[in-house]
């Protein structure tokens, strides 16, 4: 083992508190975004701030109605944050399922918010600047989050390799590996 | 994305405009880092796309001009800005391979 908590050939550790603090920072930020668009869907807020299209975010906002699916950008970023402080800080080999959890909600959150980029345009036939924020969050987020599931794979796959038991590894007992 | 808004044209060239855009902007955000550095491919299908829509879906000149300009440096740019695995033990290939960079790969 080369160095407290760094993965075999890797030049850091991708779940030290740091890099982990920095995550859920982002994902705080993203959660106000989500937040606040969501509070405009339920009605609670009687305008939404626009700096650059006054018109449209009306029109995307509302392009789901009544579903408010802001809401669920929110409960991504929410179980982000969470997931960002559970496990110690070699949690990439003791604590797998973070990690993975992790990987997917961000992985997931991109995906949906590529979608949602086309959409604006394509189906609202408008833009949201606070939706382009929050699309852009959740990038960076899937970018400098991939690492932690990626190091997981990876000692997963080592303790199979060796013969243990990658079950048991996923959730943390020691799987023999 | 914003092409279609900036120099006015719809239709055909502006749907794809408007699904390339985000496509080829997630994949290359998220291909900053190493660990997602592979993404950055996705810019060739992109690019080779921007090449062949404008004679295929009859485009205008100006959107023709701008996506044959993108099509070509978006190709061109997916060779470019590799490496990096090494500082993530060998990446994705590492976990189907079963072999890490302490390995020796």
Known sequence: MSGR???????????????????????????????????????????VWDP??????????????PVPDAALGAL???????????????????????????????????LVSVLLMIAQPVLARAWCTLCLASAGISLLLCGRGAEEPLASLQHLRRVRDSGGSVWRALWGTKGGG | MAAPGVLGHGGAAALS????????????????????????????????????????????????ANSLL??????????????????VGGGWRAVLSGRTSEDGR
């Not at chain 1, 508190?17 to 930020?29: F, G, H, I, K, S």
């Not at chain 1, 650059?52 to 109605?65: H, I, T, W, Y």
């Not at chain 2, 993108?70 to 090494?86: K, R, T």
């Open chain 1, 5 to 47: 908590g760094v993965p075999p050939g890797w030049e850091e550790n991708p779940t030290s508190w740091p890099r982990r603090l920095q995550v859920a920072a982002l994902a705080a930020a993203g959660l106000l975004v989500a937040g606040y668009l969501t509070l405009y869907q339920l009605g609670l807020t009687g305008g």
């Open chain 1, 52 to 65: 650059f299209f006054p018109q449209g975010s009306p029109k995307v906002l509302r392009l789901f109605e």
């Open chain 1, 76 to 110: 991504a970023y929410g179980t982000e944050i969470v997931l960002s402080f559970v496990g110690g800080e070699d949690r990439w080999r003791t604590m797998p399922w973070t990690t993975l959890a992790f990987g997917a909600t961000v992985f997931a959150g991109a």
């Open chain 2, 17 to 64: 405009a408007h699904v390339a855009g985000p496509v080829v902007l997630g994949s290359s955000v998220v291909a900053l880092w190493p660990a997602l550095r592979p993404l950055r491919w996705v810019a060739l299908p992109a690019g080779a796309w921007l090449l062949a829509a404008p004679p295929l879906l009859g485009y205008g000149p100006s959107a023709a």
């Open chain 2, 70 to 87: 993108v099509g070509a440096a978006l190709a061109a740019l997916a060779f470019a800005g590799g490496g990096g695995q090494e500082k």
